[in-house]
Nanobody, 119 residues
Framework: VQLQAYGGGLVQAGGSLRLSCVAS????????MGWFRQAPGNERELVAA????????HYADFAKARFTISRDNTKNTGYLQMNSLKPEDTAVYFC?????????????WGKGTLVTVSS
């Protein structure tokens, strides 16, 4: 499955962005998916993950209450709604597909989209 993330940009602190991850190739609905991020000088970290059906989700502590992961299998698209953004959320955001409980070793990664949050 090929993935492409969209929706990054520059936003002021407190603002919102919605990222999209569009899948093509293999059947997207067969895969769980997740969002990761990597800030300069930092390792890539999990933001949120969702099962293939959408009935299971998991969030990193920093994402709880501010970010929402979702998907629309009819559109082969996953989403990450980010609210109350903080400057420390600045990073390149990546989407991945595979086992939602262990995405770090998946071979299916999309190119990232840059999110910059100004103070």
């Amino acid at each position: 499955v090929q993935l492409q993330a969209y929706g990054g940009g520059l936003v002021q602190a407190g603002g919102s962005l919605r990222l999209s991850c569009v899948a093509s190739g293999r059947t997207f609905s067969r895969y769980g998916m997740g969002w990761f991020r990597q800030a300069p000088g930092n390792e890539r970290e999990l933001v949120a993950a969702i099962s293939w059906s959408g009935d299971w989700t998991h969030y990193a502590d920093f994402a709880k209450a501010r970010f929402t992961i979702s998907r629309d299998n009819t559109k082969n698209t996953g989403y990450l709604q980010m609210n109350s953004l903080k400057p420390e959320d600045t990073a390149v955001y990546f989407c991945a597909a595979g086992d939602p409980r262990d995405l770090t070793d998946t071979e299916y990664w999309g190119k990232g989209t840059l999110v910059t949050v100004s103070s």
